[in-house]
């Protein structure tokens, strides 16, 4: 892990041990772990981050990233039918971002983006 990013990672965790209620601290902390391979973590502060925000398009995205990252991928479909139904809109980006790499080629998925915008 680079230097900067070990302390980046420090910071925030010192940070959420004082502000564990602070749904942007939370968010950080999430994707600095992800970010470093610390996928369990960044899984866990996700969870929490829908928790505290359920309406939250990108935290729900975000989970469902993280899910995908564990192989999990139903439970990651389901994130992100909740996203959508949130408002995320980037369609684009989740038929593209290798967080959701497990899930090309899961039929359920690749049904699901034709549904979404058959252009995708």
């Known amino acids: 892990m680079p230097e900067d990013t ?12 004082r502000e564990k209620k602070d749904h942007r601290v939370v968010e950080i902390l999430g994707h600095l772990y992800t970010q470093n391979g610390k996928i369990d973590e960044g ?16 935290a729900n995205y975000n ?6 990252l564990k192989g999990r991928r139903r439970e990651a479909l389901q994130c ?10 980037d369609f684009g980006w989740m038929k593209k971002d290798t967080d959701l790499k497990s899930l090309h080629g899961y039929e359920p998925f690749e ?10």
Do not use: H
């Not at 899984?43 to 990108?58: F, N, W, Y």
């Open 80 to 89: 992100l039918r909740q996203a959508v139904d949130l408002g995320y809109r």
């Open 63 to 68: 989970l469902a990233c993280s899910l995908a």
């Open 43 to 58: 899984l866990r502060m996700d969870r929490r981050l829908v928790r505290m925000r359920p309406e939250d398009p990108l």
């Open 6 to 17: 070990r302390f980046e990672l420090q910071f925030f965790e010192s940070l959420y041990a």
């Open 111 to 120: 049904d699901f983006l034709l549904q979404l915008n058959p252009e995708v």
